[in-house]
Structure formats: C-alpha cells, structure tokens
C-alpha cells in the first residue's frame, strides 16, 4: 500500500544501519584496544575471569621479585658467613702456633692478632645488613613481641628494632637521661643517651639495636620504668608463590643464622692464646665455632638453592597465567578485522538502500497529479 506517513522499507533499513553502525563501533573498539573485552557487556563471565587473572599474575610477579631480592639477601650473608669462616682458620693456625713451646715469649704477639680477628669477627656479625635487617647475627625475624612502651604513649612515635637480641630491655629515664638495660638472656649490658624534654627526635641505642622516636611533648621521665620485650621466630620468610596459602606453602622459611662471638653464636668471645693452656681450650672452642659455621654455610646455600627452583617455578607459572589471561582478554586480531569489514559494507549497503527507500516514497507524488 503505497504511504507517505509510514515508510516500512526506510524504516527497516534505518535499524539495520543502526544495528550495523553499533556493530562496526564496537570493531573499531577492539581494533584499537587490542583487546576483545572492553566493557563487561561485551563478556561478562570472559572479563572476570580474565581480572581474577591479571590479579594473580601481578602477584606472581612480585613473588619473582621477592625471590630475586631473597637470593640477593642470601647472597650477602653468604659472603660474610664464607669471610668469618676464613677469619676462623686463621685463628686456629694462631691457636696452634701458640700451643707449641718453638713459639718461645712471642705468644702476646699471636694474641694480639687473635684478638683483633675475633673483634673483626664479632664486627661482621653486628654489620651485615640487607634493608636493615642484621643478616647474620641471629635476630633476623626478631621483633617486639611485648613489653610497656608502645607507640602513641608517653610521647613514643615510633620503636624500631634492628639486630635486638631475643630479651625484655628496660629504660630508666630521670633529668632527660635515658638507660636501657638489657636482661641476662641478651648479655647483660646497658646504653645511656641523653632525651632531653621537649625535644622531639630519634634516638638510637645502637649497641643494643632499638631505636626510639619521640615528639615534642616528652618529659624528661617519660620513659622511666618502660620496657621492650623483643622476641618471635629468629627466621626470614620469603613469598615466592600465590597458590592461596600464604601462611604456609607459598613461603620459603631461612632459619637465622647466628655468628655472633657470644654465648648464643660462636662462643669465642672470652678466648685467647697467652699460653699453652688457654690456647689448647682456644682450639676446642675454635673447632666447634668452625662446626658452627660451616651449618650456617650449608643453611645459607640450601636455601639459596631452593628459592632458585622456586624462583625458576614462579616463572613458569606467571608465563601460563598470563597466556591464559590473553586467549580470554585479547583481541584475535584476524577476525575481528573479519568482522569490521562484514559491518563496513553492512553499512554502506544499508545506507545504499535507506537512500533507495526514501526515494520510493517520492512514486505517491505521481498518483496526486
């Protein structure tokens, strides 16, 4: 029936160019994304599986940093656990020279070079650090675990624990003067510094390895009577997997090492090589501090190997992870030009045939003369 109010024909092509026109956006969308997914409507169960995805390869990435940063860490306690255990067999030959009588009055020479080595020994334990942690002296994992002082009391802004032994410390602060005292578990020692009141600063007691911040408003007694209970796991945990356990399987565990000259570490601080007696008691002490090292050797190296399996594992996981992401999230390139030509010419040709549409209108003008 010819109609001049309703034109089916136009109207029909005009939704097909529409619907051409929507289809041909989203191709040029793609196209120049990259990407096959680019708003949830285009896949919503495709997008977030590809997001929970991506989010489990941005872990795994850092879990390879992780791995990269532990073996680094390992690497330089390596070298300082191989140099005391260099530093050890020199003060076994010096031991062994001073046990034997051709050695005549000579012996305070050894003792002096004995002991300047034990120094440098106990120097290394107390200075090998990664990002701050001592490496090698057996508080690596330590941390405060209790005790008084707490930060946002008593003026305390912050408590940092570097190299602290396992222990409770106490301060006794009177006249802006503040002493921290370690207990028997630590070796009983103090460290006097002065915190004047109304000074806000950083204060570190490094022989005892706390630090302690305070603001402006400290009193000269704030810190009277307070104490630090330092404590925990002396181990080093490193994350190098993102299966979802976290607290367990995707960490590797570095039990510390301690080669500290104490009680608790080498147990050679009080030698010396004076005489024959002390020499031969050296030599014993010696043989068991070089035992001792030489299990800090193999700790540093087992763990050095494992985070370097684990480090080539998590490799290979990221790779598959985020191979998976792609087939889902990724525009295959090939067919989606396919498809935007198919919609090109839909296109052209329903603008074609809108155009003829229009104009068969035009044939009721011949009726009305």
């Known amino acids: 029936m010819p109609s001049i109010q309703t034109n089916v024909a136009a109207n029909t092509a005009l939704r097909n160019v529409a619907m051409s026109s929507t289809g041909l956006d989203k191709q040029i969308a793609k196209l120049s994304s990259g990407f096959r997914i680019n708003r949830s409507g285009d896949d919503a169960a495709g997008l977030a599986i590809a997001n929970k995805l991506r989010a489990e390869s941005r872990s795994l990435q850092q879990a390879s940093r992780n ?4 073996t680094s860490m390992l690497q330089i306690a390596d070298g300082a656990v191989n ?29 002096a070079e004995f002991q300047s080595l034990k120094s440098e020994i106990g120097r290394i334990a107390g200075t090998t650090q990664y990002q701050g942690a001592n490496l090698v002296d057996g508080t690596l994992g330590l941390k405060q675990t209790g005790g008084t002082l707490a930060v946002g009391a008593n003026d305390v802004t912050s408590i940092k624990i570097t190299g602290a032994k396992a222990d409770t410390y106490t301060f006794t602060h009177a006249a802006g003067v503040a002493t921290l005292t370690t207990g028997a578990a630590a070796g009983d020692s103090t460290q006097v510094l002065a915190i004047p009141a109304g000074v806000a600063g950083s204060y570190n007691f490094d022989k005892l390895g706390i630090t302690v911040g305070v603001n402006s408003s400290v009193t000269a007694t704030d810190l009277n009577g307070l104490t630090i209970t330092v404590g925990g796991t002396a181990a080093a945990d490193f994350m190098v997997g993102s299966s979802g356990n976290y607290s367990t399987t995707d960490l590797v565990s570095l039990t510390a090492v301690d080669l500290s000259t104490g009680a608790t570490g080498l147990n050679i601080a009080g030698l010396n090589v004076l005489n024959a007696t002390t020499a031969q008691a050296a030599l014993t002490a010696l043989d068991s501090a070089i035992d001792s090292s030489n299990t800090a050797i193999g700790t540093i190296g087992a763990a050095q190997s494992r985070i370097e399996f684990a480090s080539n594992n998590v ?29 090109q010419i839909l296109q052209q040709a329903g603008t074609a045939m809108l155009g003829q549409a229009n104009q068969s209108a035009q044939t009721v003008l011949s009726l009305l003369r």
């Open 315 to 343: 490799a290979t996981i990221t790779q598959n992870v985020i191979a998976a992401e792609s087939t889902i999230r990724d525009a295959d390139m090939a067919a989606e030009m396919t498809s935007f030509t198919k919609y």
């Open 83 to 111: 140099t005391i255990s260099g530093i050890l067999d020199r003060m076994k030959e010096l031991a062994t020279a001073s046990n034997s009588s051709s050695i005549g009055t000579q012996r305070d020479k050894l003792d």
């Open 67 to 70: 791995a990269s940063q532990a």
